[in-house]
């Protein structure tokens, strides 16, 4: 059986809200939020993403601005790019790849600490990832 | 010679950058203070860890996997090639000063690698005193100074193989490093912490590694 996959291609700017049941490469530019809880979302080398991110997987070809969150692995190839903070149990990055910023690996099940949670104030000159604003309805992608 | 003056910068860095050596073959040396740094760890079900040095993947699969813990990737290297490539280095101590966003005694481990060795006396200082207000009770700070001028210059990213073996990786710099610095010296630079270990390596390396008192 073939595995749909789709794609957004390098034309096509999406601000807003991205769900989908299906994997999914974006070429193009999305704002706002994704979430393939299930599937693969692939950030093709012209993808450029300012998003939080949920999805079984992540692999990064382009660029994403904004955090990344996964239930089994994040992967940043040679010359993708991630300004963002990362929670995966698995995570991969290449040698040529930037990042910037924390990638929590905890094991789950792990007791929270009261007093480890790093605090929030963003740092001078260090900027932080920005907080999309999802103000537009969501699009269902191959729905 | 007055405490830390050691720091005092000795090399111009336009000299440095314009020295800036082509990357050359990794090293492969054994580490004795990184394993002490990660049993260290291992006590915390899910620690906190800072990383100074450049992004390097493999450090961070084999920490993330090894220790289950979060882990702030700070690339000072990177802010202070900045700096210096913009002629603001003066400024560096302040920028130190302000660049952490972490909370008050939250992180559990610090790896430093051998960043001080490229500051003068104001940034290290600086340096020091973030890092040691961020570090929990407890907490573990792993160091690297050099005990002899490298042959080449340059920034060096240390790849983890192991727990007892690391890979050093050259790499090009707008600044050299600076003055030697004794044991004493270093000890100074962090009043708030105590020396848990410290190994003379083979290639000129001391390992440091700096508890947080409880």
Redesign the interface.
């Known amino acids: 059986m073939e595995k749909d996959i789709v794609n957004i291609g390098k034309s096509v700017v999406i601000k807003g809200e991205l769900n989908g049941s299906e994997d999914l490469t974006i070429e193009g530019h999305v704002e706002g939020t994704i979430q393939l809880r299930d599937h693969v979302l692939t950030i093709g080398p012209n993808g450029r993403i300012k998003a939080q991110v949920f999805a079984k997987s992540v692999i990064v070809l382009g660029e994403v601005t904004g955090n990344v969150t996964a239930s089994e692995k994040v992967d940043i190839r040679d010359n993708g790019s991630v300004d963002g903070d990362i929670i995966a149990p698995r995570v991969a990055i290449a040698e040529g790849a930037h990042f910037r910023g924390s990638v929590d690996m905890q094991r789950k099940g792990a007791p929270p600490k009261a007093e480890t949670k790093p605090a929030t104030v963003p740092a001078p000159q260090a900027a932080g990832p920005p907080v999309p604003q999802a103000a537009a309805p969501a699009q269902r992608v191959g729905a | 010679m007055g405490l830390l003056d050691r720091l005092a910068p000795r090399r111009p860095d336009a000299d440095a950058f314009e020295k800036a050596p082509a990357p050359t073959v990794d090293s492969v040396f054994a580490t004795k203070a990184l394993r002490k740094f990660l049993a260290s760890l291992v006590a915390?079900?899910?620690?906190?860890l800072i990383d100074l040095g450049p992004?390097?993947?493999a450090n961070?699969?084999f920490?993330?996997?090894e220790l289950?813990?979060?882990?702030?990737?700070?690339?000072l290297f990177a802010d202070l090639d900045r700096h210096v490539r913009e002629g603001r280095f003066e400024r560096f101590a302040d920028?130190l000063k302000?660049?952490?966003?972490?909370?008050s005694?939250?992180?559990?481990g610090i790896l430093c690698w051998d960043f001080i060795d490229y500051l003068d006396k104001a940034a290290a200082l600086a340096l020091a005193g973030e890092l040691t207000r961020i570090l929990?009770r407890e907490g573990a700070l792993l160091g690297f100074f050099g005990t002899a001028q490298p042959r080449e210059g340059g920034y060096s990213k240390y790849l983890i193989v192991n727990e007892v073996t690391l890979k050093r990786r050259p790499y090009p710099a707008a600044r050299g490093r600076q003055a030697i610095l004794l044991n004493r010296d270093i000890i100074r630079l962090f009043p708030g912490l105590r020396v848990s270990d410290s190994f003379l390596l083979q290639n000129n390396l001391r390992e440091i590694l700096f508890r947080k008192p409880g």
């Open positions: 915390s079900p899910s620690p906190v992004v390097v993947g961070i699969s920490l993330g996997e289950g813990c979060k882990i702030f990737v700070e690339d920028f302000a660049r952490f966003r972490q909370a005694a939250s992180v559990d929990r």
